[in-house]
């Protein structure tokens, strides 16, 4: 372990080996949030924390989940569609969570 | 009944927790066949049963078994449920049947956001399932919980659907087998606690059948569930139901059951 930790990493991301595809990244940046159906007890105790901080006009708190991730494809069309799947497909559950995201060039 | 006659198999995901319970139960228990699958081998070793264990499978990350899902076992496992195999997912192995969608739904945090590990009482809403075949409907069982996310949710067309089918094998219920809001335990849709597939060959349950199996720890009300799933295969292959849970029991732990009456 000490040896490594004086070795400074070339590749922190393990995305280097990527670029080589396309040539075009993109980062989609994602938010997942619980529907306003489902009952959020999570973002009801942080509200509970905020009225005992005493910052006045803040309510109706709700937690969500922020991912972020690089795509390799050479068109944002690509990118998206490929973050659209992996929402649909494992990032979101659609029973309980809606997604929104964007996708930038790198 | 012969012993060893059902082979089950346990799967194992990395965070898994009650995967030796079960297996336990399975083997010395009921001195049954009973065998660990490692998550990455895509092979289910002939097993007849497929237990879904609780745990932690990979830290919860994501959602309580949304990763489990991805792990090669679950393709054969998807296949073995869709061909009519027997598949009971207990706590954290109900969450992957969700995730996986075999069965509906999802399992939200519990409303109190506590962690919750205790006994409760369930009520039998359906004994002509695979699993609950050595239950009367409407008997009360006594079988612990221990878990964060267990409070079901699903749309009203599936609730619907899921109580039309008779799909809600077990409610949380008072002492009496009263259904009411200061028995569920984590806020559960109708105090739901377990459902089958629409085939009934595939159940989930939060609480822990195989925890209520040994004497020695107090309740055995769980060896009902792992009892209906052999009279399954008993009748299924001799054509005769059977008395089972005594005799082998006896037999597998060398007449200990005799010290708790």
């Known amino acids: 372990m000490k040896a490594n930790m004086t070795t400074k990493p070339s590749n922190p991301h393990g995305l280097n080996h990527r670029q080589k595809g396309t040539g075009t990244m ?77 996708v930038e060039k790198i | 009944m012969t012993a060893g006659a059902v082979k089950f198999g346990v799967v194992v995901f990395p965070g898994s927790n009650c995967d030796h319970d079960a297996y336990y139960a399975a083997k010395k228990v009921f001195g049954q066949e009973a065998e660990f699958l490692w998550h990455k081998e895509a092979d289910l070793k002939g097993a007849d049963v497929i237990v879904l264990p609780g745990g932690f499978s990979y830290g919860d990350y994501l959602r309580c078994g949304a990763i489990a899902r991805f792990s090669p076992v679950m393709k054969e496992v998807v296949r073995f449920a869709q061909a009519g195999g027997t598949v009971i997912g207990i706590c954290n192995g109900f969450q ?37 075949n050595s239950c009367a409907k409407g008997e009360v069982l006594r079988i612990p919980i221990a878990h964060g996310d267990g409070n079901y949710f699903t749309d009203q067309a599936t609730l619907e659907h899921l109580n039309e089918r008779e799909q809600i094998v077990f409610r949380y219920c008072d002492e009496r087998g009263n259904i009411t809001d200061g028995a569920n335990p984590n806020g559960s849709l109708q105090n739901i606690a377990g459902i089958v597939s629409e085939r009934g060959n595939v159940l989930g349950m939060m609480p822990h059948p195989e925890r209520a199996s040994d004497p020695a720890l107090g309740h055995t009300d769980g060896r009902k569930i792992f009892q209906s799933i052999l009279n399954e295969f008993i009748s299924r292959t001799t054509g005769e139901s059977m008395e089972l849970a005594g005799d082998v029991y006896l037999s597998a732990t060398g007449g200990r059951r005799q010290h708790h009456g």
Do not use: W
């Not at chain 1, 009952?39 to 969500?64: F, N, S, Y």
């Not at chain 1, 069309?77 to 559950?93: D, F, I, M, P, Q």
């Open chain 1, 26 to 102: 993109y980062r989609s940046r994602i938010r997942i949030t619980l529907r306003p159906s489902i009952l959020d007890p999570q973002g009801k105790a942080v509200g509970h924390a905020i009225e005992t901080l005493g910052v006045g006009r803040v309510h109706d708190v709700r937690v969500g989940k922020y991912i972020e991730m690089m795509v390799d494809e050479s068109t944002p069309e690509g990118a998206r569609s490929a973050t659209e799947e992996v929402c649909k497909k494992l990032l979101a559950n659609p029973v309980m969570e809606d997604y929104t995201f964007e």
């Open chain 2, 96 to 132: 992957i049947l969700l995730e996986s969608g075999l069965l509906p739904g999802v399992l939200l945090r519990n409303a109190s956001l506590r962690f919750a590990c205790k006994y409760v009482s369930l009520r039998v809403e359906n004994a002509s399932t695979r699993f609950t």
